[in-house]
DNA sequence: TCTGGGGTCCTAGGACCC
DNA sequence: TCTGGGGTCCTAGGACCC
């Protein structure tokens, strides 16, 4: 077989370039690139963290995920801008859409991530590296922001290549490069090992992704189990994933969770907050016509413990009351009392709603199926707050929490790539 | 002045059936 | 009265990704 050709191609502080452009296009003088800032949520209400932080926010040591009140303390001239989630979608729709015109055998893998097989373009571009250049001016030049991109042979390596040194930049992984280039990287730089497999590993005196590679891998699924096998593949830089084009968004499920403003103590406001998550999850899988087997719902406590609890259905639904009636006896279950702060709901086990038996006796009926499909055609039309339940008026709660304003058209990434 | 929100996959233990 | 295994399903929690 013909050795493969795959580029992972990734926008540099996505979230914040894709700002600073659309501020730029907006007459705005500055670009945020240039300067120390951030895009993050609001303290007040308890969204407080950085997002994505520009190139010189990141000389001030300031890192993604650590709060905006952390990050002011060590640069208290940073700029934070709130996140605009249908300007990144916009964007990351633009960026693949260049991509696609270099080859057919393009996956997304998250907002601000493609994978592109080159294997069968060797005629058209000759030059794999040139292509990489050619894709990553024409990004910069014709849409406003810089990529990286890695070029390799499977998508493990390509992806490791473009996390290299950035921005605006095309580096190589290939076979032969991996000793020089990814085995002298501490094991935290390797995918999939994040923070509960490094320190397993750097107690185990394995601080480098070379020093992984090397190791026993039966030594390693002693302790970490099939992680340890998956992990000592990718060190050694095998990955025989393939580009998936086309992959029908199979999507296993789909939920809405939400930090609140103010800790939540009373059942009364627990059922609003589950009902306005409801609302957006029972909305998103009827719009993509699904129904669900299985409802869960998490919460966490002012103390930051989590708490899940779950229950599989014997028919499945797409009903926003009968979720919500699920989910509230599921929180009754739950909840011991302690005032929460975070508080979500999922839908799993999804099915087409092609065939859905409906039963006469219960909340599913013809007539509630029909309310849920006229509300749904309404906000599709007026926006979500069109239509809005009585419960939630002078409650201080928004009608519908959570996603992201606009349907993503792509699959979340999977741990396998 | 603390610490988001969207996902996927894996594991371990218990229930239940044969 | 006291004892098998194997297989499947369900649930809770944890690890990882961006």
Not at 97 to 114: A, C, N, R
Not at 285 to 291: H, N
Not at 349 to 370: A, K, P, Y
Request: glycine content about 6%; overall charge neutral; aromatic content about 8%.
């Amino acid at each position: 077989m013909a050795s493969r050709v795959i580029m992972h191609i990734d926008a540099n502080s996505a979230y914040l370039s894709w700002e600073a452009v659309h501020r730029l296009q907006h007459g705005d003088s500055l670009d945020l690139r240039t300067v120390p800032s951030v895009v993050g949520g609001n303290p007040e209400t308890r969204h407080g963290i950085v997002l994505t932080k520009s190139i010189p926010a990141k000389k001030f040591n300031i890192k993604t995920g650590e709060t905006i009140w952390e990050a002011k303390a060590k640069c208290p001239e940073l700029i934070i801008v709130p996140p605009n989630y249908s300007l990144y979608m916009q964007c990351s729709q633009a960026f693949g859409d260049v991509l696609s015109g270099y080859s057919p055998l393009v996956e997304q893998y998250s907002i601000d991530e493609y994978f592109v097989d080159f294997s069968s373009m060797h005629w058209i571009y000759p030059d794999p590296v040139a292509a990489a250049h050619s894709i990553k001016n024409r990004i910069r030049d014709e849409l406003g922001f810089t990529v990286n991109v890695g070029v390799s042979s499977n998508k493990l390596l390509a992806k490791m290549g473009s996390e290299f040194q950035k921005p605006d930049k095309v580096h190589t992984l290939f076979t032969e490069e991996i000793m020089e280039k990814m085995w002298p990287l501490s094991v935290e730089e390797l995918f999939m090992v994040g923070r509960a497999t490094s320190k397993k590993l750097y107690d185990r005196r394995i601080r480098t992704i070379g020093e992984l590679a090397g190791a026993d891998p039966r030594w390693l699924e002693l302790f970490l189990k099939s992680h340890g096998r998956l992990i000592w593949n990718y060190a050694n830089g095998r990955d025989a994933s393939l580009v998936r084009v086309n992959r029908h968004p199979v999507v296993k499920s789909m939920g809405n969770s939400t930090t609140t403003a103010f800790d939540v103590d009373n059942q009364r406001e627990a059922y609003l907050v589950l009902l306005s998550l409801v609302e957006t999850v029972a909305f998103r899988i009827r719009a993509a016509g699904y129904c669900c087997q299985l409802v869960s719902i998490s919460i966490k406590d002012n103390d930051f413990l989590y708490r899940s609890h779950q229950r599989k259905l014997y028919d499945p639904t797409d009903c926003t009351n009968l979720i919500h009636r699920i989910a509230c006896e599921l929180f009754d279950e739950l909840w011991r009392g302690k005032p929460l702060r975070h508080l979500g709901v999922s839908a799993a086990d999804l099915c087409s709603n092609e065939f859905l038996q409906t039963s006469l006796f219960d909340e599913q009926n013809e007539q509630q199926r029909d309310v849920d499909k006229t509300i749904d055609s309404i906000r599709k039309r007026h926006g979500s707050l069109a239509v809005q339940r009585a419960s939630f008026l002078h409650s201080g709660l928004k009608p519908m929490t959570g996603g992201t304003g606009e349907e993503a058209e792509y699959p979340m990434m999977s741990s396998v790539l």
